[in-house]
């Protein structure tokens, strides 16, 4: 017997007259002696206290940092430097460092104690396998935007801009004991969950609506949230959010690929407005360029235009910072999106970590250094 349809709900997008910005970053909580994840979540929350700017994740090895809403990058650096600040005190008290890179080099997925938080407890009995095993960390940028119809078309523009910020981002080169001959592993395993991986191509807002809509009625997701798509509409923030980065390993980093996220929504929001949006690639070069950076990292070549010419990325990222420099101006954000041709002449985090197993040949001694990168990118 056919079960009775639901009513269709309409999905309001918060209207935001100006590009803010929000930042989430999921950072490792390690233990100092044996440089492997630590279950110091519930210490560590407890001693905080009460914030909006530190929460859980899915395991107990994991610590969300979360700015507010900010006006520009300036103010997400004061943002997370005031929650850092504060993290590394409790930290210091309690016994833990913290690191940050999209994995960690030889943690077990299946020691990780899942947070007692009756959402994550739902998301593993229902998924299962692909849920328990991940044990990966990203960083998520929202920017405020006027609309859902320009969500959606600012959404599909930057699908071309993934392989950019992925590998630039990229820093997830080992996992289990080994060197996985990946950039970006997390990505690949993010890739697993029933709703991750890229966007698809809608044509609306309407059609975004309807999709939501379709979910939820069928149970297949209970809130936004399930959506954990590599670029995603926020409605209930107003906020087109970018999640396709590794997490950063230090606060230089962050900070320049927050600029160039930025750089890249409002650039594409002026060309909307303009009716001069860039073509689109076909959704089999986007999975296909998205691929190429997630094994090769900056060394890979992507694909440009649907006929299928091809850059390195090495010689696009410092053509795009150029084009994005007037827009990077106008948002006072110059010196923080000059951080991404920093990356360039020192290695993305998934090379510099590379580069020191090689000289060392010891996964604790990557872990070491990560903790110290980020605790001096703070100073």
Not at 116 to 122: G, L, T
Not at 163 to 177: E, G, K, M, R, V
Not at 275 to 291: D, F, H, S, T
Not at 310 to 330: C, F, I, M, T, Y
């Amino acid at each position: 017997m056919a079960v009775a349809s639901r009513i269709l709900k309409p999905i309001p997008f918060t209207h935001n007259p100006r590009p803010t910005l929000g930042v989430e970053i999921e950072v490792q909580v390690v233990d100092p002696r044996t440089h492997n994840l630590a279950a110091g979540s519930l210490d560590i929350l407890e001693r905080f206290g009460e914030s909006p700017h530190l929460k859980q994740e899915l395991t107990q090895s994991t610590v969300e940092v979360i700015t507010g809403v900010c006006a520009d990058v300036d103010e997400v650096e004061q943002d997370l430097r005031a929650t850092f600040e504060k993290l590394y005190e409790v930290g210091d008290d309690l016994g833990f460092l913290y690191a940050a890179a999209g994995t960690h080099p030889f943690a077990q997925w299946r020691e990780q104690k899942i947070y007692p938080n009756e959402r994550y407890q739902d998301l593993v009995d229902r998924v299962q396998w692909p849920a328990r095993r991940l044990l990966i960390y990203g960083l998520h940028v929202h920017v405020g935007l006027q609309s859902g119809e320009k969500a959606i078309a600012i959404c599909n523009g930057l699908t071309a801009y993934i392989p950019h910020l992925l590998a630039l981002s990229s820093s997830s080169p080992f996992i289990d004991f080994e060197d996985t001959g990946l950039a970006s592993t997390r990505a690949k395993i993010f890739e697993a969950m029933p709703t991750a991986g890229l966007p698809f191509r809608l044509n609306n807002y309407s059609e975004f609506q309807m999709f939501m809509n379709s979910l939820l009625n069928a149970n297949a997701i209970f809130s936004i949230r399930e959506i954990w798509w590599d670029i995603r509409p926020h409605p209930g923030f107003g906020t087109l959010e970018i999640r396709i980065c590794d997490c950063p390993s230090t606060l230089w980093e962050l900070l320049a690929l927050t600029a160039l996220v930025q750089c890249l929504v409002v650039w594409l929001d002026h060309c909307y407005d303009n009716g001069a949006m860039p073509e689109l690639l076909n959704p089999w070069i986007v999975r296909e360029n998205k691929w190429r950076a997630c094994r090769w990292g900056m060394d890979a070549s992507v694909i440009v235009d649907n006929k299928g010419t091809q850059v390195k990325l090495g010689d696009a990222v410092p053509d795009l910072v150029n084009r994005l420099s007037g827009v990077a101006e106008d948002l006072g954000c110059a010196r923080h999106l000059a951080g991404i041709n920093r990356i360039l002449e020192e290695g993305a985090s998934y090379q510099r970590q590379r580069k020191l197993y090689e000289r060392t040949h010891s996964f604790r001694d990557v872990v070491q250094d990560l903790s110290v990168q980020l605790r001096e990118s703070f100073s």
